[in-house]
Every structure is written in C-alpha cells, then in structure tokens.
C-alpha cells in the first residue's frame, strides 16, 4: 500500500493549496481517508477527514469554513483545497486510510488508521 501525499509548498498568509494524496495497493472506495498535520515542536493532530462514499466529512475547528476535503474514487485520490492559510497552518501535513471502514465512518483518532503517507510540507509565510 502507498500513499502519496502531493501539492505542499511556500505560500503567503491569505493564499490557498491543495494537497492530493493518491493511494495504490489498497481498496481505497471502501476507505475512510483522512488528513492530519505535524506543525514543528508539536504533536500530530487531526485536520479532516471523508467518509469512504464521500457522503461525510468532518474538520477540526481550526480549519472549518476554509479547507475542504474531497475524493475521487476513480482516480483513488483525496484532495485537501486548503484557503485563507495562515501561519500556523504551517506544518507536514499527512494523508491516512481507514480500510473497510464503515460507511459514512469519519474517524478523528489516529490510531484508527491502518495505512499513512509520507507527509508533504505547507510553510506560511506572514
């Protein structure tokens, strides 16, 4: 199983990313996918997540109203569109796939989790 997260980079306070995270070697439609991130001198945390059809989401508190998470079974690939960055979004942010995981399930514990990415780096300059 691979996940390859895509799409960090430098970008300014205000601006927007999307991060792509493209899996193979998994059942990715019946997978809850999930996004998290480990900002420098931190633990990871949780950012969003999508439900294996896509029906559900859920985000953390500090992202709701300016990320959005999506997928496309057919490309086997979750996007995170990320606006409104602001520094302390800045962090590796993470891909993860829940395998088999119930429909409409949208785990926030990592340690659910059976499979994770490489991380991609999103540094937000002020």
């Known amino acids: 199983v691979q996940l390859q997260a895509s799409g960090g980079g430098l970008v300014q306070t205000g601006g927007s990313l999307r991060l792509s995270c493209a899996a193979s070697?998994?059942?990715?439609?019946?997978?809850?996918m999930g996004w998290f991130r480990r900002a420098p001198g931190k633990e990871r945390e949780f950012v969003s997540v999508?439900?294996?059809?896509?029906?559900?989401?859920d985000y953390a508190d500090s992202v709701k109203g300016r990320f959005t998470i999506s997928r496309d079974n057919a490309k086997n690939t979750v996007y995170l569109q990320m606006t409104s960055l602001k520094p302390e979004d800045t962090a590796v942010y993470y891909c993860?796939?829940?395998?088999?995981?119930?429909?409409?399930?949208?785990?926030?514990?990592?340690?659910?989790?059976?499979?994770w990415g490489q991380g991609t780096l999103v540094t937000v300059s002020s």
């Open positions: 993860a796939a829940d395998y088999g995981a119930g429909y409409g399930y949208t785990p926030r514990k990592s340690s659910v989790y059976d499979y």
């Open positions: 999508i439900s294996w059809s896509g029906s559900r989401t």
């Open positions: 070697g998994l059942t990715f439609s019946t997978s809850a």
